[in-house]
């Protein structure tokens, strides 16, 4: 009886062996994946359409969401565009930058405080994006 013991003793330490690193591993993706939604709320979508018609499409996107454009500008000595929009609580960064002359990158920003991204509203913009773009 005494072997039988040491036996699933011996069985259950190299099994459980395993689970640890299992574990960890999950913990530390977790982890990772909750320190980069909260450090950078960004959201990306990359597009097959030139970037005049993402554009057009995000302008509709935020007036179809009530989301009040305040400024369209061009960065300096590149192609992007960039969009700052506002609600009453979030201050909202859109940035377009054509790919090639038919696919274009799209990334949004929503914060609602100097600590605070909010994904979800980003994820959202992209999605009314999308839908419009067909």
């Known amino acids: 009886m005494r072997i039988f013991y040491l036996l699933c003793l011996f069985l259950s330490a190299t099994l459980m062996t395993g ?5 960890t591993t999950a913990a530390g993706v977790g982890g990772s994946a909750a320190m980069t939604h909260t450090m950078n709320g960004t959201a990306c979508r990359t ?11 995000i302008i509709h996107a935020l007036s179809r969401m009530k989301i009040q454009v305040v400024s369209e500008d061009m960065q300096d000595k590149s192609s992007i565009r960039l969009f700052t929009a506002k609600t009453s609580d979030r201050d909202i960064e859109i940035q377009i930058e ?19 991204y909010d994904s979800a509203t980003a994820e959202e913009i992209i999605q009314q994006t999308k839908k419009i773009l067909g």
């Open 98 to 116: 054509p790919v090639s002359s038919n696919t274009t990158r799209m990334s949004v920003s929503a914060k609602s405080s100097i600590f605070h």
């Open 19 to 23: 689970c640890i690193p299992i574990v």
């Open 47 to 57: 597009f097959t359409a030139p970037a005049t018609k993402v554009r057009a499409a």
